[in-house]
């Protein structure tokens, strides 16, 4: 069993910065892939980045595209998401998720961690 633990949230003001960190125990980290996700209140939650096993594969939503970038360390069992240019719509709860080789659907999942841009 995997398990994830986000930190790093917290308010910031539009245009700021935040660093989110999850953190993996229980598995063999560097054989997930790891995803980010996000849920603003009244919405559902959507994809924000994902990153493969091996580090060289990343994707973005369009709408954080050129403003967050996901990473990860396989030595330290973590995943980051670097925000920057942050706006008032990405005000959300920031999930971390992990994936085992091969599938398509995210197995596990953090706690969540919440995020707040005020204007």
């Known amino acids: 069993q995997v398990q994830l633990v986000e930190s790093g949230g917290g308010l910031v003001q539009a245009g700021g910065s935040l660093r989110l960190s999850c953190a993996a125990s229980?598995?063999?980290?560097?054989?997930?892939?790891m995803g980010w996700f996000r849920q603003a209140p009244g919405k559902e939650r959507e994809f924000v980045a994902a990153i493969g096993a091996s580090r060289d594969s990343t994707g973005y939503a369009d709408s954080v595209k050129g403003r967050f970038t996901i990473s990860r360390d396989n030595a330290k069992n973590t995943v980051s998401l670097q925000m920057d240019s942050l706006k008032r719509e990405d005000t959300a709860v920031y999930y971390c998720?992990?994936?085992?080789?091969?599938?398509?659907?995210?197995?596990?999942w953090g706690q969540g961690t919440l995020v707040t841009v005020s204007s």
């Open positions: 229980g598995g063999t980290f560097s054989t997930y892939g």
């Open positions: 998720a992990a994936r085992r080789f091969g599938r398509q659907l995210y197995d596990y």
